[in-house]
């Protein structure tokens, strides 16, 4: 199974402030990685697929990167509605998994 | 507006059984991929099992021999069948549409808001 490791598992941050999400995975991987946002007592969203592409209708301050076993999620400028939990998920093998989650927090 | 609405969770002792249904609003489950995600009480992501359009199915390792995906093309729902429950297996369970392109990306791009099990 491919385990997805995520850092940190959360962060402290601002309005406005530049945020980078890590997920490094346990072998070297395609560029198949997907990053979700969560809001407290709602369902996961999907922002970015294919490791850099952004999901229809989601923010251009949101982008994903990386290749082989590490992968990130950066918000370039944080706004009140990102304060939010981030997962990754990696599509390159069963079973499907997902890393452990980050919180964004005031 | 499309929509995923699951049905059929609640309280359950341990041993015993419960079928989860996910019904679609706007776009046609025949034709997509569908997938089961659980998520325990404060805990992250799990992903449970998937069920192609052509039929094959694949399932965590925690889900086999306990747990059956399938869907009625007909009326545009999918199943979980869960048999010999565990109170691991206490979770909000999401049913998702699972896109999947030809070079093997995949992602969860869609979200019912979830049904809660109970195995207590």
């Known amino acids: 199974d491919i385990q997805m490791t995520q850092s940190p598992s959360s962060v402290s941050a601002s309005v406005g402030d530049r945020v980078t999400i890590t997920c490094r995975a346990s072998q070297g991987m395609n560029s198949w990685v997907a990053w979700y946002q969560q809001r407290p007592g709602k369902a996961p969203e999907l922002l970015i697929y294919a490791t850099s592409t952004l999901q229809s209708g989601v923010p251009s301050r949101f982008s994903g990167g990386g290749s082989g076993t590490d992968f990130t999620l950066t918000i370039s400028s944080l706004q009140p509605e990102d304060f939010a939990t981030y997962y990754c998920?990696?599509?390159?093998?069963?079973?499907?998994?997902f890393g452990g989650g980050t919180k964004v927090e005031i | 507006e499309v929509q995923l609405v699951e049905s059929g969770g609640g309280l359950v002792q341990p041993g015993g059984s419960l079928r989860l249904s996910c019904a679609d609003s706007g776009f046609t489950v025949r034709s997509s991929h569908m997938s089961w995600v659980r998520q325990a009480p404060g805990k992250g992501l799990e992903w449970v099992s998937v069920i192609y359009s052509n039929g094959d199915r694949y399932y965590a390792e925690s889900a086999k021999g306990r747990f059956t995906i399938s869907r009625d093309n007909a009326n545009s729902l999918v199943y979980l069948q869960m048999n010999s429950l565990r109170v691991e297996d206490t979770a909000l369970y999401y049913c998702t549409r699972y896109v999947r392109a030809a070079d093997g990306t995949g992602a969860f791009d869609m979200w019912g808001q979830g049904t809660m099990i109970t195995v207590s």
């Open positions: 998920q990696q599509a390159n093998s069963f079973p499907l998994t």
